[in-house]
């Protein structure tokens, strides 16, 4: 019975200091009490020692009483510590000029004791108040997002139903329109799960190649953090690259390989795209849907794009602006196996 009886004081005190609520008022009277009488208790072995300090001793009683007790507590220690102080006398006793001054100084200081530790009580409950907000509308944003992402897969589903009701005789363009509108959606799902603020351009690459199987491809560069724009347009770019590769290029051959690595220098981010092992090209006709594709999605962040088709495959460059706090450059490189 006693331990559960200590139990709930050392909650209740434990409540005051954190702000949640004040202790009852005969617990804090109490606690002020107690404080008071180990202060007096101090006051006179300090006075066996030194000249009595009638009033000094009993302030970190009035701090002890205000910030466990709540502002009643300290404001009936501070006044218990005025009285006692001026009763009891461990020493020569002061003069009443004296007397007065000590104590207007005592009720100085612990005035302002007991305004800090309110003060500390309110903004602890502010803070309480302003993290169970943010809670709530945390709660909220996902709840929205996970619906709009469930209507945006309803949408695609309708979009895809349409197209191959449209263009059943036109299965070329089917499957390349189909393909685009994969890659929308997959990079849609990225940027959901990232709070729509983009994603790292390792996962939106992973996503894209994985298909093609992780041995047939490397990623080398820091971990960068796209904005969502900018990751839209690119994951564009990546599937028309990774699709004529699959058709003409590295992934058409059983050996072939790809290595993409980027870079980010002076708030440009350059991105290479390096085939090997595919077939040779040995002819090459005028600039096509990609080369266009890549150069429109590039050329709303100032950027370009450069295509060679060298012997060893195809190699294509692509640079454009990002801004400084997105790219969120982390030591080490890494790399897919």
């Known amino acids: 019975m006693a331990r559960r009886i200590e139990a709930k004081w050392i909650e209740e005190f434990r409540r005051g200091w954190q702000g949640a609520s004040e202790p009852p008022a005969a617990l804090g009277f ?47 220690a501070a006044f218990g510590g005025a009285a006692l102080g001026l009763m009891l006398n461990f020493g020569d006793a002061p003069q009443a000029v004296a007397a007065a001054i000590l104590m207007s100084v ?33 709660h909220y944003r996902e709840l929205v997002v996970e619906e709009l992402r469930h209507r945006l897969k309803n949408k695609l589903a309708t979009v895809h139903a349409v197209i191959k009701q449209a263009l059943h005789n036109y299965p070329e363009a089917r499957t390349k329109i189909d393909g685009c509108i994969n890659a929308l959606a997959t990079i849609d799902d990225l940027i959901a799960r990232t709070d729509d603020r983009g994603c790292d351009i390792i996962e939106l690459l992973r996503s894209e190649l994985g298909p093609y199987g992780h041995v047939r491809f490397t990623l080398n ?11 839209v347009s690119l994951a564009l770019m990546f599937h028309e690259l990774a699709t004529n590769a699959a058709k003409y290029g590295a992934f058409s051959t ?52 450069e295509i060679a088709f060298l012997r060893t495959g195809l190699h294509c460059i692509m640079q454009c602006r990002i801004d400084p706090p997105t790219a969120d450059k982390k030591a080490g490189t890494l790399s897919e196996p």
């Open 254 to 305: 059983p050996h072939g390989l790809l290595n993409v690595s980027w870079t980010v220098t002076n708030g440009t981010l350059s991105i290479v795209w390096d085939e090997s092992g595919g077939p040779m090209i040995t002819a090459q006709g005028k600039p096509g849907f990609g080369t266009q594709l890549l150069n429109a999605g590039l050329r709303g962040f100032d950027g370009k794009a």
């Open 106 to 138: 005592y009720f100085a200081v612990a005035a302002l004791i007991i305004l800090g530790v309110r003060r500390h009580r309110s903004l602890v409950v502010h803070h309480r108040e302003l993290t169970t907000e943010l809670e709530k509308e945390q």
């Open 30 to 76: 109490g606690l002020a009490a107690v404080c008071l009488v180990l202060a007096t208790a101090f006051r006179f072995g300090i006075s066996l020692l030194h000249a009595d300090v009638p009033y000094g001793a009993y302030l970190p009683g009035v701090f002890a009483a205000a910030a466990f007790g709540g502002g009643r507590a300290g404001i009936a």
């Open 221 to 231: 560069g820091d971990s960068l953090f796209l904005p969502a724009k900018l990751a």
